[in-house]
């Protein structure tokens, strides 16, 4: 069994900073590839980061140069650092492991104009 907890979300303004964290229980997070999914009001969910085990990144589009995808393995944390923050990247924020069914249940993230 795992259980992906987010937190960090909250109200920024714009051009604010936030780092979000996903702490992941269960086995074999080292060698698990983890996602950063948002879903903002009326839209689909939308992918914006992607890591593998072995620490390659890539971005949803719209993020691309803004935020920033790490992992503690040691931690078995996967966090989402994100800058320049701008009002449509206002959504809830999950956590996935790639591959599995286990999604966090989210943290609200609001960027006010």
């Known amino acids: 069994q795992v259980q992906l907890v987010e937190s960090g979300g909250g109200l920024v303004q714009d051009g604010g900073s936030l780092r979000l964290a996903c702490v992941a229980s269960?086995?074999?997070?080292?060698?698990?590839?983890m996602a950063w999914y948002r879903q903002a009001p009326g839209k689909q969910r939308e992918l914006v980061a992607t890591?593998?085990?072995?620490?390659?990144?890539s971005y949803g589009g719209s993020v691309k140069g803004r935020f920033t995808v790490s992992r503690d393995n040691a931690k078995s944390t996967v966090y989402l650092q994100m800058d320049s923050l701008k009002p449509e990247d206002t959504a809830v924020y999950y956590c996935?492991?790639?591959?599995?069914?286990?999604w966090g249940q989210g943290t609200q993230v609001t960027v006010s104009s």
């Open positions: 996935h492991r790639i591959g599995t069914i286990y």
């Open positions: 890591i593998t085990s072995g620490g390659t990144t």
């Open positions: 269960g086995r074999l997070f080292s060698v698990a590839a």
